[in-house]
């Protein structure tokens, strides 16, 4: 990574959208909005409102009672420092709760949790940590330091940053994969979500609609099922592009094509979450940063 014009606005655009440069961002309404969710998800576990609201009133270590603290939460930060306080009085709390923290996303470039983890697992975090990686995404330097990494510490065939920006909010390489099954609805004639996840959440679903499109091609690029699977779990890395998988699919849709297909597409996802009071995509999302992006570089 270079520190060019481009990468430092690249990151600054993020920056400006994610937290408008607020270490600690206030988020308005953010009481009211935990305790929807905390409703929503003990109606999905079956759990009696009764039961919650107890659990609720128990004291913190602060005195007040967790329910009192969620209601003047104000930023992410509190509402992560409760949890942390809750489970680490309960009995067995952090070893069955642990990696179970709503706030999964932290920071003035709001950092995905798990991909910082993964990130620092490969390559060890340079400064100090004074408590935990997730808890470093709260500060100005661990967040920063994530973010970049996220945004621009891999190789992708983007010819424009608009598609960084996409990955950032769908995950690394997602522009290329909706590219691959935008390639793939051409070849097997099968219309598929160009959502750039190519294989199911859950990896005990089966077989998911890009790996079944596929083996419908299957017999044309002479790969077994345990082969295409192998090549679609190597989606979240730059390894995927030089498969027989990616080479063949490109290879059979841009003959198909009055000319070669794109190799990076915006995915088509909408997004979702406590906080999100109105429909949003991630196209939404790259387009936003891509117009900070260029507004920096004019600057």
Known sequence: MQPSHENVCAVVAVIEQESSFQVDPVVPGLGAIARREIDSRAQRAHLPAGLVRGVLGFRSPDGRTYGERIDRARTEKDLSDIYEDFIAGVPLGRTLFDAKNP???RGPMQVNVAFANEFAAASPYPYPVKRSIPD????????IYFGVAHLLDYRAPYDDYIFRF???NAGQYSSRNA??????????????????????AAAGDGPGATELAVRAVGARIALS??????????GKSQSFERSVLYVSIFEIADRMSAAPLPRALLPTIVLQGPKIKRRLTTAWYAR????????????
């Not at 936003?288 to 600057?299: A, N, P, S």
């Open 166 to 168: 996409a990955d950032y």
């Open 225 to 234: 099922e345990a082969s295409i699977h192998a090549a679609l779990k190597l």
């Open 103 to 105: 706030i999964r996303t």
């Open 288 to 299: 936003r940063v891509d117009e900070r992006f260029k507004g920096c570089l004019r600057r």
């Open 136 to 143: 470093e995404l709260f500060s100005r330097r661990g967040s």
């Open 179 to 200: 590219a691959f099954q935008h390639a793939l609805t051409v070849a097997s004639g099968i219309a598929l979500d160009e959502d750039g996840a190519l294989l199911p």
